[in-house]
C-alpha cells in the first residue's frame, strides 16, 4: 500500500467508512503524498496527455475563439484572460500567441491562472512569466472575464450513489478483511436523486456547480465568455470513477496518489448553474464538431504544408469520432445580451428569453 493509502486506511479504522469525494480529494491534493502536489503529471513522461500537449493548434482554435468574442463584445480593456487548472501552461501560451494578431487584445489581457498545485504554479511561471495565480474562482477580478478550463472538471471529487431496494445508498471506501481498501455502500439520507431502476448509479460533483455559477457570475455581470472543454456528456448515469497511471487505466484504489483519478463530467447540471447565475449557454457540442466549425482543418493543412510533419495526425487525433473528437465536450458561457461565441449555438430554451 502506498503511503497515502496506509494514511486513508488509519482513518477509515478510525472514523468509518470514507466519501468518495473525500477519497478523491486526498489523492489529488494532500500537500505530501497528494497526485498533483507532487509531480509534473502531463505528457509522454507523466500519466496522460491533453489536447494542449498534443498540438498548439488546439490553444489557437481556443484562442481565436475567445478574441472574436472579445470583438464581438466591444473590445473591453482591460479584461481579466483566465484558464481554471492550466497544467503546464501551455494552453495559455498559445492562447497568447493566438490573440497577439488581434489588435489591442494581448495589451488589455490581465493573465491570471487559478492553481492549486505549488509545483504546477513553479511550472507555468516558467513558461510564461509573472502571471497572477488564484487560489480558486472566487478571487477573479470584478472585471470582463474570458475564460477557459479544459480537462479541469473532471478532476473535481465526486459522490457515487446506487439505487437499491430500499431506495438510495452512497458508494464509499471501506477496509476489506485483509485492511485493503475496497467500495461499500452506507444509506443516503441527503441523496435528492430522481427515482431510478435498481442497481442504477448516478454521480454528483458538489464542487463544480459553485465554481461554474462564479464565473457565470462574472461573466453576467461585467461581460466575457468561457468554454469549457472536457469528456463526458449530458444527463448521464453510470459509475464512471476511473483512474489512470503510465498512460493506462488501473484499479482507483489500489495506488491512493500514484494515479490520476477522474470522472466523466455531466454538462447538464454545469449549463443550469451558470443560467440560474445569469449567463447564457451554448448546446454541448463534441470537441471535433465544434474545432472544425472553427477552421481547424484549414491551420492543419497549412501548418502541414509549413513543414510540420504531426500536423494532420494531430487533427486526427483531437477531432476523430474514435479519437478525442466525441468523447470530448464542449460548452461555453457568455454574456446575456452578446452574440453567440464562434462555433456555438444557443440552447433552444435559453434562445428564447435572452
Known amino acids: 500500500m502506498t503511503p497515502l493509502g496506509r494514511l486513508i486506511a488509519a482513518q477509515i479504522r478510525l472514523s468509518g467508512p470514507m466519501a468518495l469525494d473525500e477519497y478523491m480529494r486526498l489523492c489529488l491534493l494532500h500537500p505530501q503524498h497528494g497526485y498533483y502536489a507532487t509531480r509534473d503529471p502531463f505528457g509522454a513522461g507523466g500519466d496522460f496527455t491533453t489536447a494542449p500537449e498534443i498540438s498548439q493548434i488546439f490553444g489557437e482554435m481556443i484562442g481565436l475563439a475567445l478574441a472574436q468574442a472579445w470583438l464581438d463584445q466591444g473590445r473591453p480593456a482591460p479584461f481579466t484572460l ?13 492562447i497568447l500567441r493566438a490573440i497577439r494578431i488581434v489588435p489591442g487584445m494581448a495589451e488589455a489581457a490581465r493573465v491570471a491562472l487559478v492553481e492549486v498545485s505549488p509545483h504546477l504554479r513553479r511550472v507555468q511561471r516558467d513558461r510564461l512569466g509573472d502571471i497572477a495565480h488564484l487560489d480558486d474562482v472566487s478571487q477573479l477580478p470584478q472585471a470582463p472575464l474570458f475564460l477557459v478550463a479544459n ?34 455502500l452506507v444509506p443516503a439520507a441527503d441523496a435528492a436523486l430522481p427515482a431510478a431502476p435498481q ?4 454521480e454528483t460533483c458538489p464542487e463544480a456547480l459553485p465554481i461554474v455559477a462564479q464565473v457565470a457570475g462574472r461573466i453576467a455581470a461585467h461581460g466575457g465568455c468561457a468554454i469549457l472543454v472536457d469528456y463526458g456528456g ?5 459509475d464512471t470513477f476511473q483512474a489512470l497511471r503510465r498512460h493506462r487505466p488501473e484499479d482507483p484504489l489500489a495506488n491512493p496518489g500514484e494515479a490520476d483519478l477522474t470522472a466523466h463530467v455531466d454538462f447538464a447540471p454545469l449549463a443550469a448553474a451558470a443560467r440560474g ?38 487533427l486526427h487525433r483531437l477531432t476523430a469520432p474514435d479519437e478525442m473528437g466525441h468523447l470530448f465536450k464542449v460548452l461555453a458561457l457568455w454574456a446575456r445580451h452578446a452574440p453567440v461565441p464562434a462555433g456555438f449555438e444557443p ?3 435559453d434562445a428564447d428569453d435572452a
Open 234 to 238: 449530458w444527463d448521464g448515469q453510470g
Open 151 to 184: 480537462e479541469f472538471f473532471d478532476a473535481l471529487p465526486i459522490r457515487q450513489f446506487q439505487r437499491g431496494v430500499q431506495g438510495w445508498a452512497e458508494r464509499v471506501v471501506a477496509l476489506n478483511a485483509q485492511g485493503g481498501l475496497e467500495m461499500g
Open 347 to 349: 440552447l433552444d430554451d
Open 277 to 314: 447565475a445569469g449567463a447564457r449557454v451554448s448546446r454541448m457540442a463534441t470537441q471535433g464538431d465544434w474545432l472544425k466549425r472553427l477552421g481547424i482543418e484549414a491551420r492543419a493543412q497549412r501548418l502541414a504544408r509549413l513543414g510540420d510533419a504531426g500536423a494532420m495526425a494531430a
Open 199 to 202: 442497481g442504477v448509479i448516478r
Open 82 to 94: 483566465a484558464e481554471i487548472g492550466p497544467g503546464r501552461g501551455t494552453l495559455m501560451a498559445d
